[in-house]
């Protein structure tokens, strides 16, 4: 029994020396997505409408129809919480210019 708690302690220790070196790695743009991610995550409707955007857009082979459905898709779930500024004013473009 000793061994397998030693086996596991060891395991818990390596794990964390390699958290805490991916931890050092971490760059800006990687802790940007983090943060995108994490709101992402945090709700459950930004979640349906990213799911949903990826599969309209990749169902159609038409241009139009894959804007309508992403226009249709706004409409029906609003803007997501995880899109940051530029993304929103991209959106609000398509939205609004087409």
Request: aromatic fraction near 12%; glycine fraction near 2%; avoid cysteine.
């Amino acid at each position: 029994m000793d061994s397998k708690l030693s086996l596991a302690q060891r395991a818990i220790e390596l794990a964390q020396k390699w958290q805490d070196r991916a931890s050092e790695l971490v760059n800006e743009h990687d802790s940007k997505f983090h943060v995108q991610m994490n709101k992402m995550l945090s709700n459950p409707m930004d979640k349906i409408l990213l799911i949903e955007l990826m599969d309209q857009s990749f169902r159609s082979k038409t241009p139009k129809r894959v804007a309508d459905q992403v226009q249709f898709l706004f409409d029906k779930y609003g803007m997501a919480s995880f899109f940051t500024t530029s993304e929103r004013f991209l959106m609000w473009l398509f939205d609004n210019i087409g």
